[in-house]
Every structure is written in structure tokens, then in C-alpha cells.
């Protein structure tokens, strides 16, 4: 997978793109992280690369043309302009909210270019005529979309083959499951007085399993009901939600129920 970053503040990803899971998979060669300075494709002596809105308005607006440039620039070795084959995202508060789903059909692509929007926005034309995305990484307003880039390379990097220890690893994720994760144990077994449950230390791994499966029903239902609704379930699934009050058919809690009980 090859991002490839646009921003005003390149420095930002300094540190991300060095350490950890990231700076692994790169030093590997599974993961290749390009940042583009968009003031470097300026034209004036002061690498002005904002401006006055037109019509008024407090903020300044993120220029077209050094945008326009750079990612040409960026995608001219791949003999590719605006194309869905690779994506060009824009992060913006506007956009479309990201969620596994997405995550999923930007990891089918070879790379991605990444636009970080900064100050009051981007010109609207890069919106209209170059970006093929427009992602928000949720109904807030950062300062700068160096941060939600980061976000966005994280959640899409470890659907790359070898990035993650394991692919199961990905799999039984939170929200890629399509349930949220059971509750998880390490050691020690007794810990300030608070114990680990006995039936993760019995050694018998078909109860564990179901054990696992209900703990995950049943803390999806408390705090994330809507993923149940198009989450993949067994009839003992259903019947175990339904003994938590859970409505497959109706597809709410009836009345007076605990999920957490």
C-alpha cells in the first residue's frame, strides 16, 4: 500500500510514520508513506498557498493551484490522473463519515493520496474536480486534517497483508467482527483482588468460545445496538439476545429489559 500525503505541515508525521506498527511495516517495505509539502509547488517568493475568500468571509482558503499541481505531480510515475483506481482523499468536515466499510474499499486500492484541508477550507474546486473522496473522520472540527490523515493511514494499513501480526488479529476486531471484541485477559490471574473468569481458566475451549460470543453480544447490545442490526447472527445468537431482551424480528429493546444483566 502506497500513501501519499499532501500537506502544509509536513513535520506532523514525523513521528507516526517512524514508530510502532507503522515504522515497522515500512522498514519491511509493506507500507510506503510519501508527504508532499504543498507549499513547494507555490509560485511566489513567499510560497503563498492560501488566500481571501471571494465574496467575503472570515478564514482563508487553501489555494487551487499548488493542490492541483501536487497531486499530479504525485501520481504522474503511475501514468494516473482523477481515477477511482487511486483514490485522491480529502479530509474535510464535510465529507463522507469513515467507518470500517469505507476503510475496506480504500484498502482495495493500490495507494492513496491524501489531502490535508487547513484554515477555513479548501478551494471548492478541489472538492468538485480532483478529489474522489471526501472523508471526515467524525462530526467534530480539528485544526488541520494532519491528524485525521494519520487516522486514516492506521485504519487502512492493517488490512495490508503481513502489517498486523495475524489476520485473525484484524478480524476479530471491534467493528470488523461486526460485534464488538469480548472482554480481553492477561496476566496475573488474580489482580488487587479482582479475578480473571474462571471459565477463561478452565482450559475448555468450546465454552470459552460461546463464553466470548455473548460477552461480545452482549456489550454490543449495551453500548453499540445499532451494529446488531446488520451483524451476522446465529439462532443462538438470537436467542441469547433475546433472553437480554433483545428483538431480533423488531429490531429494538423491549421494554424494561437490562442488557447488562
Known amino acids: 500500500m502506497r500513501f501519499h500525503i499532501l500537506t502544509l505541515f509536513p ?53 487551487p493551484e499548488p ?19 487511486f483514490p485522491i482523499v480529502l ?11 469505507l476503510v475496506l474499499e ?5 495507494g492513496l493520496v491524501i489531502l490535508c484541508g487547513h484554515y477555513a ?3 471548492e474546486r478541489v472538492r468538485t474536480h480532483l478529489a474522489t473522496h471526501d472523508v471526515s473522520i467524525g462530526d467534530y472540527v480539528l485544526t488541520g486534517g494532519e491528524l485525521a490523515a494519520m487516522v486514516l493511514v492506521d485504519a487502512v494499513s492493517r488490512f495490508t497483508p503481513g502489517v498486523v501480526g495475524s489476520a485473525e488479529n484484524v478480524q476479530e476486531d471491534s467493528i470488523t467482527s461486526g460485534l464488538l471484541q469480548h472482554p480481553l ?10 479475578g480473571v473468569p474462571e471459565i477463561l481458566l478452565s482450559g475448555h475451549h468450546a465454552n470459552i468460545e460461546r463464553w466470548r ?34 428483538s431480533v424480528d423488531d429490531g429494538g429493546i423491549e421494554s424494561g429489559s437490562n442488557p447488562t444483566a
Open 11 to 63: 513535520e506532523a508525521f514525523e513521528g507516526p510514520v517512524r514508530h510502532s506498527m507503522l515504522g515497522r511495516a515500512i522498514q519491511r517495505g509493506l507500507l510506503s508513506v510519501q508527504i508532499t509539502d504543498i507549499r513547494s509547488y507555490t509560485t511566489d517568493a513567499h510560497g503563498t498557498a492560501d488566500d481571501y475568500q471571494f465574496g467575503g468571509g472570515h478564514g482563508m482558503v487553501l489555494k
Open 106 to 110: 480504500l484498502a482495495a486500492a493500490p
Open 91 to 101: 479530509l474535510s468536515p464535510q465529507g463522507r463519515k469513515l467507518d470500517q466499510e
Open 121 to 123: 477550507g479548501v478551494d
Open 213 to 246: 460470543r455473548e460477552e461480545s453480544l452482549r456489550r454490543t447490545l449495551r453500548s453499540r445496538p445499532d451494529l446488531l442490526a446488520r451483524a451476522e447472527l446465529s439462532a443462538d445468537d438470537e436467542k441469547f439476545l433475546a433472553g437480554l431482551g433483545y
Open 185 to 194: 485477559y492477561t496476566r496475573p490471574a488474580d489482580f488487587r483482588g479482582i
Open 67 to 85: 493542490i492541483f499541481d501536487a497531486v499530479a505531480d504525485t501520481l504522474l510515475p503511475y501514468g494516473k490522473g482523477r481515477s477511482t483506481e
